[in-house]
């Protein structure tokens, strides 16, 4: 899950993290309030969607009057902003966020993410603040620098001592990074957090550390635990359809092909997008229905496969083991034949009750195609919306 920006500022302000002053709009008037209630001549109206980008993008304007403040409210909300990461829908100016101007020194990058290689979280710094961290990775691998922080341990003296030479602080943004990032490791963990970047991090006129910008993705497996973080969900900022699945416990991600796959098992639903890629066909979902199905959540599951308007064909790859196959070949068949449903469908059964299940297909009535094993799947789905 992940929040907006400043929501994310105000989470880690309260662990110490220093970030400019500033309030959420959601109207031209409120934008203007929260203006005239901020320090300074110089504001800065920043754009709030769930995307990187944004400045770019006429997302993020500098002003310094009450009426430039009004006048870029004006512009932005309502407006779609398409950046490299909304892709060519873009998405909708729905909040903003009126900020103080900083008058920048330097510009930092820095961020944390959990490493599941090493089961550690990883500090990535760099001077090349302001920029994709995925272009200077690429263009100057040299300047970014990476540090394992063992849970068991947490961060210590040894690992801010390097973040801060990687950085070249110096002076008072040299002293205050030790807070500063013990700060941002303590939120960090403590929120249950998968990604924590600053972009940029910034040593202001004065020689302070500030986090001017702040992006926070969260572990939708600890949200239950996370109350006051889920209360920040913004679900107008998600795809319909994940939001529609993630009511009936399917994990659903949308791709950008044309065969809907519905699987039982993340590891199972992983080789069958490959399988049909390896066919020559596209995925246009990853689809998982869990360990526990039932014919209801295998006919919204089928529903929200068919809400994206570019499937032209369904694979159902159903492994049985707590889960039976009767019971999936039920929902399919009910699923069927109350949607109407005319798209090829093939469906692979493996496991408990599959005799069973196969026999519940093979007497529908249905033009459901039957495969014995993933490849042999993987080929008739394609087969059939090629039209071969």
């Known amino acids: 899950m992940n929040i907006h920006e400043h929501q994310a500022k105000a989470l880690l302000a309260k662990f110490g993290v220093r970030v400019p002053n500033g309030h959420a709009a959601y109207t031209v008037d409120e934008a203007v309030a929260a203006a005239r209630n901020l320090a300074g001549d110089v504001k800065v109206v920043k754009a709030q969607i769930h995307a990187g980008g944004r400045g770019k993008a006429g997302g993020v304007k500098v002003v310094s009057s009450l009426d430039d403040v009004r006048n870029e409210a004006q512009e932005m909300l309502?407006?779609?902003?398409?950046t490299h990461q909304t892709g060519p829908a873009g998405k909708e100016?729905?909040?903003?966020?009126?900020?103080?101007?900083?008058?920048?020194?330097?510009?930092?990058?820095?961020?944390?993410?959990i490493d599941r290689a090493t089961s550690q979280v990883s500090i990535i710094s760099s001077t090349e603040g302001g920029m994709d961290i995925e272009a200077v990775a690429e263009q100057t691998p040299e300047k970014i620098l990476s540090i394992s922080i063992n849970p068991a341990t947490g961060i210590k003296p040894h690992h801010i001592r390097r973040v801060v030479k990687s950085l070249k602080l110096e002076g008072a943004a040299a002293k205050q990074a030790g807070p500063f990032l013990s700060g941002l490791y303590n939120a960090f963990c403590s929120l249950d957090a998968s990604l924590l970047e600053i972009n940029p991090l910034v040593v202001d006129a004065d020689g302070d550390l500030i986090a001017l910008d702040a992006k926070m993705g969260f572990d939708d497996n600890a949200l239950f635990r996370q109350k006051e973080v889920l209360s920040l969900r913004d679900l107008s900022e998600e795809d319909p359809a994940e939001v529609r699945a993630s009511e009936f416990d399917l994990n659903y991600i949308k791709l950008d092909g044309n065969i809907g796959c519905m699987v039982n098992g993340a590891g199972l639903a992983m080789?069958?997008?490959?399988?049909?890629?390896?066919e020559g066909g596209s995925p246009a979902n990853f689809l998982d229905v869990g360990g526990s199905a039932t014919a209801e959540r295998v006919t919204e599951a089928f529903k929200i496969i068919l809400s994206d308007s570019n499937v032209e064909g369904i694979l159902v790859n159903i492994f049985g083991g707590i889960m039976r196959c009767d019971?999936?070949?039920?929902?399919?068949?009910?699923?069927?034949?109350?949607?109407g449903l005319e798209?090829?469908?093939v469906v692979r059964l493996e496991g408990t009750n599959v005799?069973?299940?196969?026999?519940?297909?093979?007497?529908?009535?249905?033009a459901i195609i039957p495969a014995d094993n993933l490849a042999d799947a993987a080929s008739k789905i394609v087969a059939a919306v090629k039209g071969n």
């Open 78 to 82: 309502g407006k779609v902003l398409v």
């Open 93 to 113: 100016v729905q909040r903003l966020y009126i900020e103080e101007g900083c008058q920048i020194d330097r510009e930092l990058y820095l961020s944390m993410l």
């Open 271 to 278: 080789a069958t997008m490959d399988i049909i890629q390896l």
């Open 327 to 339: 019971v999936i070949a039920n929902g399919v068949v009910e699923a069927a034949r109350a949607l």
């Open 343 to 345: 798209k090829p469908l």
């Open 355 to 366: 005799e069973a299940g196969k026999e519940i297909l093979s007497s529908s009535g249905l």
